[in-house]
């Protein structure tokens, strides 16, 4: 049913934002850090788990569609929320820690691209026997 996998990731968004929240208490920022990633990670876990297991139908991942289709326009609200001018005011090192997380990012991209990949099938030369 399309409502268990609404389900689920209403579960998952409650679990990231519990964790971006208490990320932010740990390191002293009164706001939510990072809780709608660890969302979508948690989400893509348990989905890629339960679908392994059998328990993830695809009419279950109707409902996560649905909700993934609408990503882009949460994370724009959730990020509306934060106070990027106090950040920057703050001190330059929320502008280096963005750039430096960014620039990570721009770098992993074509390794996580390689991920799942099938090796390459050129044939290789063979050895002479002895």
Known sequence: M?????????VCSLIGLLVGEALGALIGVKAN?????????????????LAKRGR????????????????IPIVVA?????????AIKGGPLAFLA???????SFA???MLARIGRPQSTAVKAKEPSR
Request: hydrophobic share 60%; no cysteine.
């Open 56 to 71: 993830f139908k695809p009419v279950s991942a109707s409902g996560v569609t649905f909700w993934s289709l609408m990503y």
């Open 78 to 86: 959730m990020a509306a929320q934060q106070n990027v001018l106090g």
């Open 33 to 49: 850090v990072g809780g709608v990633g660890f969302a979508m990670i948690l989400l893509l876990v348990a989905t890629d788990w």
């Open 98 to 104: 963005g750039t430096i997380g960014v620039a990570l």
């Open 2 to 10: 399309v409502i268990y996998g609404v389900a689920l990731l209403a």
């Open 108 to 110: 992993l991209v074509p």
